[in-house]
C-alpha cells in the first residue's frame, strides 16, 4: 500500500503528536527530484523564452516612466552577451568580478556568463575600493564586469556597461551545457571568523529553487512579482528575478532612486499578485501608510532577517487581511523553510522546510527530539546547498557534521514539522538583509587614530529595529563625524556603525575575552 504525500504528512504529523518522546527532529518527506544532465543554469531560467517571445519578462518601474523587455529580447541580450564575452577570449570555468550598478545591466550579465559557462560573482554596489580589493586577491578573476561609477581597484582587466551594451545585438551564443554539479557562480557572505566567505554554487542550484515556487511564493506563469531590493541584491537576483523568468512570470523591478513610499503605487498601477521584500521595507511602508489598496496582490513574501509577528499583524490589517509569507536561508544554500498559502506558518514559527528538502535539529551529536532546541542543519544531498567555500577547504569541512551542514542557526521543530527560530549561535549581525561579522568591522577599524580597544554588536533601539554600533575607549570621546568618516572609507554603508558609544574599559567574560552579550546590556544606559 502506498500513501499520497498528504496521507503521509497528515500520518507523521499524528505519530509525532501521539509519541513526541521517541520522534528526532528530522524532517524528510522525500527527496526532491533529480537536476537533469547536461544542464546549465541560464538555460533554465530562460527555458519558457521562446514559447512567450513576445511576453512581458521585466519591467523597470519609475513613477512616470516603465522600461519593458519581452523574454525575446531578454534571451537575445542575454546570449548576445555570452557570445562577446566569450569573443574576448574567456573560457569555461573564468571568473569574472561584477561591479555593476542597480540597472538591468546586472542580470543581463550575470546570465550571460553563466550561459556560457564563465562563473560571475555579483557583489554589492555598496563595497569600497578596499573592500573588492581583496576579493580580487582572493579570486584572481580573469576580468570585471564595470560601471565606471562602481567603486573598483586598479589593475584588473575591465570590461565596461558600454561595451557589455554592445554585446547584446551580437549573433546570440550556444548554452554551455554540462554536469550539473560544475561551478556556475559565487557569492559573498559575512564569515563567523570575520573573513567573508566566498561561496560556490553549481548550476544546480537553480534547480533546487523549485521547491521554493509551492513551498514559499505558490509562484504561477500568471503572476506580476514586484521586488522591493535593487538588481544587484542576490535576493533580488533569485526571488525578483530568475525564479519569475524560469516559469515565464513577469518580474516587476522599481527603478534605481524610486523612494519606498511609492512602492504601494507601483504595486497597484502594475497589478503585483507577489511582493518580495526584507521586513524592513514592510514596516517603512506602513509608518508612511495605514491603509493599502491593492486589488491584485495575493500576499507578500519577506526574507533576510526575521519578520516579527507584529508587522505582520500590521501589514494585515492595512491591506484588509493579506498575508507575509516568511523564508529563512542563508547563502550557502538560498531560502528552505518558508511558509506558503498552502502551508502557513502557525504561531511564533519560521514554517516547515519546504518538500523535498532533509532538515534536522542537532546537537554536537546527533538530531535532537521535537520540542528541544538545537542547531539548523541542512542534509549535504540538498541540491541547492553550497560546493564550499572558495579556496577555504578547512573552513568548508568545518561546517559539516557528518552528512549535515550546520547553519549556525538555532531553532526548536515541533512535531508537525514547523520550526521555531531562537536565534545565532554566535555573535554575527544583521543589518537590513544582510548578514556581518563584528569581527570583520572590528579588524576594518582597528587602526582608528585615538582608539585603545573596541568592540562591534547590534542593538535593539526600538521594537524590532537593530543598528550595529561600536563601542570604544579613548582618552576621551571622539567626534562623531570623524568616527564615520573613517567607517566610510573602510566599511560598505550597511556594515557601517550607525551608532558610537564611548566606554571607559570594555566588558569582559572570565576569560578575558570582550563580552558582545554585555556590549548589548550597556547599550540603553549611554543613550
Not at 410 to 416: L, T, V
Not at 475 to 496: M, V
Request: proline fraction near 6%; hydrophobic fraction near 40%.
Amino acid at each position: 500500500m502506498s500513501l499520497s504525500y498528504a496521507a503521509a504528512s497528515h500520518l507523521a504529523t499524528r505519530l509525532a503528536t501521539a509519541y513526541p518522546e521517541t520522534m528526532q527532529a528530522i524532517f524528510d518527506e522525500g527527496a526532491f527530484a533529480p537536476c537533469p544532465t547536461p544542464f546549465n543554469l541560464a538555460a533554465h531560467v530562460l527555458a519558457e523564452a521562446d514559447r512567450l517571445a513576445d511576453k512581458c519578462a521585466l519591467a523597470v518601474l519609475s513613477p512616470d516612466h516603465v522600461e519593458r523587455w519581452s523574454f525575446k529580447a531578454l534571451k537575445q541580450a542575454v546570449l548576445g552577451t555570452g557570445a562577446g564575452l566569450s569573443a574576448r577570449g574567456y573560457q569555461p570555468g573564468d571568473i569574472l568580478l561584477m561591479r555593476l550598478g542597480n540597472t538591468v545591466d546586472f542580470p543581463i550579465a550575470y546570465l550571460g556568463a553563466i550561459a556560457v559557462g564563465l562563473v560571475p560573482v555579483p557583489t554589492s554596489a555598496m563595497l569600497t575600493e578596499a573592500e573588492v580589493a581583496k576579493m580580487g586577491t582572493q579570486l584572481s578573476p580573469r576580468a570585471v564586469l564595470r560601471d565606471p561609477a562602481v567603486a573598483c581597484p586598479e589593475g584588473l582587466e575591465i570590461v565596461t556597461t558600454s561595451e557589455l551594451a554592445e554585446m547584446r545585438s551580437l549573433a546570440p551564443a550556444a548554452y554551455d551545457m554540462g554536469d550539473p554539479e560544475r561551478l556556475a557562480y559565487i557569492i559573498y557572505t559575512s564569515g563567523t571568523s570575520g573573513t567573508p566567505r566566498a561561496v560556490m554554487h553549481a548550476h544546480r542550484a537553480i534547480w533546487a529553487r523549485q521547491m521554493m515556487h509551492q513551498g514559499w511564493y505558490d509562484l504561477h506563469q500568471e503572476d506580476r512579482l514586484l521586488h522591493a531590493g535593487a538588481f544587484n541584491w542576490t535576493f533580488t537576483l533569485g526571488t525578483g528575478l530568475m525564479d519569475p523568468w524560469s516559469v515565464g512570470a513577469t518580474a516587476l523591478i522599481p527603478a534605481e532612486g524610486v523612494p519606498l513610499d511609492q512602492l504601494p503605487k507601483l504595486l497597484r498601477d502594475h497589478e503585483a499578485t507577489l511582493f518580495a521584500a526584507a521586513p524592513g521595507v514592510y514596516r517603512k511602508i506602513l509608518q508612511q501608510h495605514s491603509a493599502l489598496d491593492l486589488p491584485e496582490l495575493r500576499h507578500g513574501m519577506a526574507a533576510g532577517e526575521k519578520l516579527p509577528e507584529s508587522l505582520r499583524a500590521s501589514w494585515s490589517k492595512a491591506t484588509g487581511g493579506k498575508k507575509i509569507y516568511e523564508a529563512y536561508g542563508m547563502s550557502e544554500c538560498s531560502t528552505f523553510i518558508s511558509a506558503s498559502p498552502a502551508r502557513p506558518a502557525t504561531e511564533g514559527s519560521l514554517g516547515q522546510p519546504q518538500h523535498g528538502r532533509r532538515i534536522a535539529i542537532r546537537n554536537e551529536h546527533d538530531a535532537v527530539k521535537h520540542g528541544e532546541e538545537g542547531e539548523i542543519c541542512i542534509h549535504r544531498a540538498d541540491p541547492g546547498l553550497m560546493l564550499g567555500y572558495f579556496g577555504a577547504a578547512e573552513a568548508t569541512a568545518a561546517r559539516f557534521a557528518g552528512d549535515w551542514f550546520r547553519t549556525g542557526d538555532h531553532g526548536i521543530m515541533r512535531p508537525d514539522g514547523q520550526i521555531e527560530y531562537t536565534g545565532r549561535g554566535d555573535d554575527m549581525m544583521n543589518a537590513g538583509g544582510y548578514r556581518v561579522s563584528p569581527l570583520e568591522v572590528e579588524a576594518a577599524l582597528a587602526d582608528l587614530p585615538g582608539v585603545t580597544a573596541l568592540g562591534v554588536t547590534d542593538v535593539e533601539v526600538k521594537a524590532d529595529t537593530h543598528l550595529i554600533a561600536c563601542f570604544y575607549t579613548a582618552a576621551e570621546p571622539i567626534e562623531n563625524d570623524a568616527l564615520f568618516n573613517f567607517a566610510k572609507e573602510r566599511l560598505a554603508q550597511y556594515k557601517q556603525p550607525r551608532i558610537w558609544v564611548h566606554l571607559e574599559a570594555l566588558p569582559t567574560n572570565p576569560n578575558g575575552k570582550l563580552s558582545r552579550k554585555a556590549l548589548k546590556a550597556l547599550y540603553p544606559k549611554n543613550l
